[in-house]
Nanobody, 129 residues
Framework: VQLQAFGGGLVQAGGSLRLSCVGS????????MGWFRQAPGKEREFVAA????????YYADVGKGRFTISRDNAKNTVYLQMNSLKPLDTAVYYC???????????????????????WGQGTQVTVSS
């Protein structure tokens, strides 16, 4: 299984970026996907997750109202649309794939690093003030 994230870059505060993550080497559509980020000197933190069928999404407070996660299972791709970016959003962004196929979320969406088995290489997002 490989996940390749891209779409990062340098953007001014208030701007937008769309990150993409393409999966290969395994079934994509049966697994929930997530985005995390890690700023220098900080732990990796959860940003957003999307259910394997795309019907549910879950966001950390940092992204609510500004970020949108979506997926296109026909393209084995998950996206993170980021609007109204702030300098505090500067980080390396990672996509991740849940290791459990057809996992039901219930009241516990996958929002920890432990819930994900496969990770992409990360894409740098830098927001200038």
């Amino acid at each position: 299984v490989q996940l390749q994230a891209f779409g990062g870059g340098l953007v001014q505060a208030g701007g937008s970026l769309r990150l993409s993550c393409v999966g290969s080497g395994g079934t994509f559509s049966s697994y929930s996907m997530g985005w995390f980020r890690q700023a220098p000197g900080k732990e990796r933190e959860f940003v957003a997750a999307i259910h394997w069928n795309g019907a549910r999404t879950y966001y950390a407070d940092v992204g609510k109202g500004r970020f949108t996660i979506s997926r296109d299972n026909a393209k084995n791709t998950v996206y993170l649309q980021m609007n109204s970016l702030k300098p505090l959003d500067t980080a390396v962004y990672y996509c991740a794939k849940d290791g459990r196929s057809f996992a039901a979320w219930g009241n516990d969406p996958p929002s920890t690093t432990y819930a994900y088995e496969y990770w992409g290489q990360g894409t740098q997002v830098t927001v200038s003030s």
